[in-house]
């Protein structure tokens, strides 16, 4: 039995999928559901109110989008983990999103037991990028990369230049984060205790510049290869 409870939050505006979510999470007796949200306004006051552990966004909702509630939500109350419900043709919206500070993205057509374990790997303090998304949010950062001068990128770009370089392992921990896997994943791919993997991650963010797990995937991506 599970002794720690996950206070989630639901930002969806299809009454059907937020109750049907809400349904799903309730189930488990690790996750009790404290709030429902039908738009952006409504998730941003509902957090601030309840304070969940974790937010379950959608991106596309009336009165104020995802990318809008993310953004003053993690700015308020950086102890709470944003979880983005998106579609595959989100390219841009998910990048907005990684940039106000979502920490995990998940397919809208992602498997329930993908979707449990991404909230309780939050709680822990994890993040998670499907393979397919995270493609998506490297390719728009090499495309910026390519394009705009730096002053027009995100604000990640410009601090590769000031990267650390890495050790052999800790390259090999940055291109596991890339493919969207877990610290618990990491470990089983590398041999490494769970424990000695987040350690890694920690100090793989301080030698990059990254505040999170998925800002230092997507920050990898700008890192000239003499840096890493």
């Known amino acids: 039995m599970r002794s720690v409870t996950i206070r989630i939050l639901i930002a969806e505006d299809q009454p059907l999928v937020r109750r049907g979510a809400a349904h799903l999470l309730s189930l488990e007796s690790d996750m009790v559901v404290v709030g429902q949200a039908c738009n952006g306004r409504e998730a941003v006051e509902m957090t601030l109110s309840l304070r969940p552990d974790v937010v379950l966004m959608d991106l596309h909702m009336p009165v104020k989008g995802g990318v809008a509630a993310t953004r003053e939500i993690t700015q308020a109350l950086p102890a709470t983990q944003i979880l983005v419900l998106t579609t595959l043709d989100d390219d841009e919206t998910v990048f907005e999103a990684v940039r106000a500070g979502a920490q995990a993205y998940l397919l809208k057509d992602a498997d329930e037991g993908e979707l449990l374990e991404t909230v309780r790997a939050l709680k822990r303090g994890e993040s998670h990028l499907t393979p397919q998304i995270a493609r998506k949010v490297m390719d728009q950062f090499r495309r910026l990369a390519d394009g705009p001068p730096l002053t027009q990128v995100s604000r990640l770009t ?62 990898s991506r700008g890192i000239p290869p003499q840096a890493r």
């Open 158 to 219: 410009p601090r590769a230049a000031d990267a650390e370089a890495l050790s052999e392992k800790e390259e090999r921990i940055l291109q596991l984060i890339c493919e969207g896997m877990s610290n618990r994943q990491i470990s089983q791919a590398m041999f490494l205790a769970e424990g000695t993997v987040k350690n890694y991650v920690s100090r793989i963010m301080a030698k990059l510049h990254a505040n999170t797990r998925t800002e230092l995937a997507a920050l």
